[in-house]
């Protein structure tokens, strides 16, 4: 069973950050789309942020300039650096892989932004 490993998330207070890593296997990482969603409670889950295979970046017009993804093929890991950080932002953040219409998810880590 494939499994991603997600790391990160926590309590911040507002304007601040966090990075989220999101660590794959080398076998389905190759060629894929990544990508990070996430889901407040009573809310749908949403699409943050990801890259195609072919590299474009698409944002989330409420993250755009505040956020970055990134990944590093060299240690099959896709990151969010998440800055300037709202209470809005609060919500369980999960990394997508989709490698040949395959959908991998992480088991999803808790971003609280409170004072």
């Known amino acids: 069973q494939v499994q991603l490993v997600e790391s990160g998330g926590g309590l911040v207070q507002p304007g601040g950050s966090l990075r989220l890593s999101c660590a794959a296997p080398?076998?389905?990482?190759?060629?894929?789309?990544v990508g990070w969603y996430r889901q407040a409670p009573w809310e749908q889950r949403e699409m943050v942020a990801r890259i195609l295979s072919g590299g474009t970046i698409i944002y989330a017009d409420s993250v755009k300039g505040r956020f970055t993804i990134s990944r590093d093929n060299a240690n099959n890991t896709v990151y969010l650096q998440m800055n300037s950080l709202k209470p809005e932002d609060t919500a369980v953040y999960y990394c997508?892989?989709?490698?040949?219409?395959?959908?991998?998810w992480g088991q999803g880590t808790q971003v609280t932004v409170s004072s």
């Open positions: 080398g076998s389905i990482f190759s060629f894929a789309a």
């Open positions: 997508k892989i989709v490698q040949f219409g395959t959908n991998y």
